[in-house]
């Protein structure tokens, strides 16, 4: 398994406004074009670390968990409408998260995914992502 350098582009809009971060980081790409993992260790600053795991299933869907001192498992898939779980040590949110694309050029080599969805708190519109990981 060869390590990889993946840079990841959060775009969020809320109603107060846009916020982008970018991050690189070192990581771990398995599996085929159709069916794929992401792995990488994400440090939010302050000594909050997560380890992060995407899987991709048919080009379709994609599960981002995160595991540490932030947890999450959301699931992006076009056209549905997942309940996530969002764990920070103040304390958990369930979430609503409702796909609006998805689009996966990932092949043995690397390349892009990119996921666009919309969060929601008890079923009020919070926020859209747009997601885009390069692996290279």
Same mark, same amino acid.
């Not at 994400?42 to 795991?53: L, R």
């Given at each position: ?56 299933? $048919?080009?379709?869907?994609? *599960?981002?968990?995160?595991?540490? %001192?932030?947890?999450? #498992?959301? +699931?992006?898939? =076009?056209?549905? @409408? ?26 043995? $080599?690397?390349?892009?995914? *990119?996921?666009?969805?919309?969060? %929601?708190?008890?079923? #009020?519109? +919070?926020?859209? =992502?747009?997601? @885009?990981?390069?692996?290279?």
């Amino acid at each position: 398994m060869k390590e990889r350098t993946i840079r990841i582009t959060d775009l969020q809009s809320t109603f107060e406004g846009e916020d982008a971060v970018e991050i690189t980081t070192k990581g771990y790409l398995r599996g085929d074009p159709e069916n794929y993992m992401i792995s990488y260790n994400e440090d939010y600053g302050g000594g909050m670390k997560s380890k992060t795991v995407i899987r991709v299933q $048919n080009r379709k869907c994609a *599960s981002i968990v995160r595991r540490g %001192d932030i947890t999450t #498992e959301i +699931t992006v898939e =076009k056209g549905k @409408r997942h309940n996530c779980q969002y764990s920070t040590p103040y304390g958990d949110l369930m979430m609503g998260v409702y796909g609006l694309g998805l689009k996966s050029e990932v092949g043995e $080599n690397g390349g892009e995914l *990119s996921l666009d969805y919309t969060i %929601d708190f008890n079923g #009020e519109l +919070t926020a859209q =992502k747009k997601m @885009r990981i390069t692996i290279s």
